[in-house]
Each structure stands twice: as C-alpha cells, then as structure tokens.
C-alpha cells in the first residue's frame, strides 16, 4: 500500500517549490523533477519517517494500555517513561564478543557474546518497588538516564539519538489524545503483544470517556 501511494504520488501535481522553510528531505522532494526521482525522494522520505512514527505510535499505545484512563495531575512525560518500562521497544540489546568485556566483569571473556533483556531487568523486583505495578509517579523521583536496569533505548554510552525525537512527539500525541477526552474501550479486555522487534500492543480501541 505505502509503495502504490508513492507510485501515484510521484505522478500527481501539487508539489511543494524549493525554499528554506522545508527540511532537507522535502527539499530534495521539491526538487525533483522528473517521475523516477520524484519517486525515489518519496521513497527515501518515508524509510526515514516510518520508524518515527511506528515508534512514536507504539510508545502511545503501549501507554494508553497500561494506564487508561490516567489522573489529570500525571504528566505524559511519567506515563511514557513508565510504559517504557514495561513495554521498552528495544526487549533485547545484542553485542558481539569483544576483549574490553572482562575488564567490564571477570565473568565475561572475550569471546563471549553478550545479550541484555531489558524487557526482565525492568521488571526485576531487585531494582523496581512494585516491579509489575503500572506507576508513573515513580519518575518524579527517578532519572531515566542514571536508574540502573532501565534501558528502553540502550546502554548509556551508546542510546538510540531517535529517543530525543520520539520521546516529544508520544508526549504531544498522548496529550492530544487526553485532551480529546479519549481512553481505553472499558470493553476491551485483552490485547495481543507479538515479540518482535518493536514491542507493542498490537490493536488498542479508543473511545470516548464515559460520564457518571
């Protein structure tokens, strides 16, 4: 489907002209003139945004499962580091073997491939109060970047960069969904979570908030 959208979006008119208000990837979009490379922008464009906005909608998603409907005095920034943490989106972190790890830990050798599973330590009771518990008021005392076990987006030396562009966007995109008075169908009662590579929920209806 997304591959027939810029098939015939590349043939329609109506493109943006060149200027500095676009980005760099729409600037290369405005710029192309002919069919085969005004397809190849799109193309381009949309392995850059897609990831984004899986991301981004799965972080929310994931969110919105766990803690619908949410107190008014929770910030979406709490709820999304909480859900983060039950559900990260990187479940395991692989590393190859490598002659720096026995410095790490005489435990490890050289040779030793090593695989991280955040989606355990974030629920290991040994470094979480209330380990299976969906709270997001704990990140009112707690710093994501410096709480150990907690590594939705990596390793503190090497953490995906994308986290500083889809921790803003699931922030806007929960507070609209709050402020349209949306939350979890009461009368859904399951929901599916394939382990992929992407961990989130699979399908999570909405609607309107009852009123008493």
């Not at 050798?109 to 109060?129: F, I, K, Q, T, Y």
Request: one cysteine or more; a neutral charge.
């Amino acid at each position: 489907l997304t591959w027939s959208v810029i098939a015939a979006g590349a043939a329609l008119p109506g493109w943006p002209r060149p200027g500095a208000h676009l980005t760099g990837l729409a600037g290369r979009a405005a710029e192309a003139v002919r069919y085969q490379d005004r397809r190849y922008a799109m193309g381009v464009y949309r392995r850059a945004a897609a990831p984004v906005c899986f991301t981004v909608s799965t972080l929310v998603a994931n969110a919105l499962w766990l803690g619908s409907p949410f107190d008014d005095s929770t910030s979406n920034r709490n709820i999304i580091y909480e859900a983060l943490r039950l559900l990260p989106p990187s479940w395991n972190i692989l590393r190859n073997a490598s002659p720096e790890y026995p410095a790490i830990d005489s435990r490890i050798r050289g040779d030793d491939d090593v695989l991280l599973l955040p989606l355990l330590s974030h629920r290991d009771p040994a470094l979480w109060e209330d380990a299976p518990a969906f709270r997001p008021e704990r990140w009112d005392e707690l710093d994501p970047d410096a709480t150990p076990g907690y590594l939705p987006f990596g390793h503190a030396s090497e953490r995906c960069w994308g986290r500083h562009m889809v921790m803003p966007l699931a922030e806007l995109l929960l507070d609209r969904i709050r402020g349209a008075g949306l939350v979890v169908d009461p009368d859904q009662r399951t929901g599916r979570v394939p382990l992929l590579g992407l961990l989130g929920v699979e399908e999570v209806r909405l609607t309107k908030a009852r009123t008493a």
